[in-house]
């Protein structure tokens, strides 16, 4: 009996784990769709391409050695007949290799989060060539030191800090930001953005619509992305908190929306939608390092705080002439950072100390070891197309198409 009980959990919590996994792989598709919406349609066709090959390039990395590096051993060769040990000191409730493919969707929307910052100017190839490290080696070493429980350069274990990510606020989205800025800061902003007299040129997206409905993907695929990582839900301890996920997640997105939608009227006299998108994604960042432990007004609140948050940082990042086409630094940095901060508010297992010391070490060593290979990249094969390509469009030059050929093209 006892064995058939065990059975039937093991089942239900392998069937939960791969369904998740299957709603974060569809966030790669919200990021397609936002960035191809914020960016302009000639530059449509590169970022689409950008986003699916990641994907594929991320999944292979991270099946061919990030996997290993992060959790250590041989795992994924074994997990294929399903005897391997995932490290833990007790069988998991899951199928070994269920747990491999929830993992290898988080690299590739650590992964998706650089497309957007260096959109409209960066050679394909090259992004490609970054995406082979980050996702290879980069994300995979720190996630060995925070998931993976490792000590740091042997030195200390992040968890014994105090340190705690339940869905990666910090392991993710900090992570992804981090490799963002250091290319950002190596390529320059886009031609025409920022004037000799120190203005800033808007540049408005394609597709509001289309950048619309990646919020909206993202949005439930987040559901996925924080579910996933109470990792069960066949007892009902495991199906209680999954559902205290899905609300505070969903609680957060909105007060992150509204909290941004508010300041941007004050602000600018208008409801302006690419607000109150990144105010949406900012509150679903910032709930991502703690889920389980807020009440669902706390959620509200912190979703909101994020999404204030946002506007300021995208606002202030334009000042610095960091240009960042889509947010994706503010939304996934900045409100990264906010998440970890906010953990021990509701979560006494965490300290501030310890918050503080996990996203030093996330960005110290995401934005210290991609700054060398962005620079590698740029002094070998070039990371910036020409500007003749940039004002004709990458599509035409990376692509050799364009996303809407029925239109005339304004090259602007």
């Not at 594929?56 to 590096?69: K, S």
């Not at 800025?181 to 886009?190: E, I, K, M, S, T």
């Amino acid at each position: 009996m006892m064995n058939e009980i065990f059975e039937l959990q093991y089942a239900l919590d392998t069937f939960y784990f791969l369904m998740c996994g299957a709603l974060v792989m569809w966030m790669a598709a919200g990021f397609a769709m936002l960035e191809a919406g914020l960016v302009r349609s000639k530059n449509t066709t590169e970022i689409l391409t950008k986003n699916i090959a990641l994907f594929a390039v991320a999944c292979t990395m991270y099946m061919i050695c990030g996997y290993a590096i992060m959790y250590g051993g041989d795992i994924f060769l074994s997990s294929i007949t399903g005897d391997g040990a995932t490290g833990a000191e007790e069988p998991a409730t899951y199928a070994p290799s269920a747990d491999f493919y929830f993992q290898v969707v988080f690299v590739a929307t650590a992964m998706s989060i650089v497309s957007g910052s260096v959109a409209e100017r960066m050679k394909l190839w090259a992004f490609l060539a970054f995406a082979v490290v980050m996702s290879g080696f980069i994300y995979p070493m720190e996630g060995s030191w925070t998931w993976g429980g490792n000590s740091v350069f042997g030195m200390y274990t992040l968890g014994d800090l105090g340190f705690s990510d339940f869905a990666g606020s910090g392991i993710v989205h900090l992570a992804g930001a981090s490799a963002a800025l250091a290319g950002v800061l190596l390529l320059g902003a886009r031609k025409g953005k920022y004037g000799a007299n120190g203005s800033i040129n808007a540049i408005p997206g394609a597709n509001l619509p289309m950048a619309t409905l990646g919020t909206f993907i993202l949005w439930l695929g987040w559901f996925g992305f924080n579910g996933g990582s109470v990792l069960a839900t066949a007892s009902v301890e495991s199906a209680n908190a999954v559902a205290v996920v899905f609300m505070n997640t969903n609680a957060a997105a909105s007060g992150g929306l509204i909290g941004a939608l508010i300041v941007a009227r004050i602000m600018f006299g208008k409801a302006d939608l690419t607000m109150a998108l990144n105010g949406a994604l900012a509150g679903l960042v910032a709930i991502t390092a703690e889920p389980s432990t807020p009440t669902a007004l706390q959620a509200t609140l912190f979703g909101a705080m994020g999404g204030v948050l946002v506007v300021f940082s995208i606002i202030t990042l334009d000042k610095l002439k960091i240009d960042d086409p889509v947010g994706a630094i503010s939304v996934h940095g900045v409100v990264g950072l906010l998440g970890l901060l906010l953990v021990p508010l509701t979560n006494d297992g965490s300290s501030f100390f310890g918050q503080l010391i996990g996203a030093a070490t996330i960005f110290v060593w995401v934005f210290g070891s991609s700054l060398v290979v962005w620079s590698i990249l740029k002094a070998t094969m070039g990371i910036r197309v020409s500007e003749e390509e940039e004002f004709s469009g990458v599509d035409i030059s990376e692509c050799g198409m364009e996303a809407y050929p029925e239109f005339v093209s304004s090259k602007s």
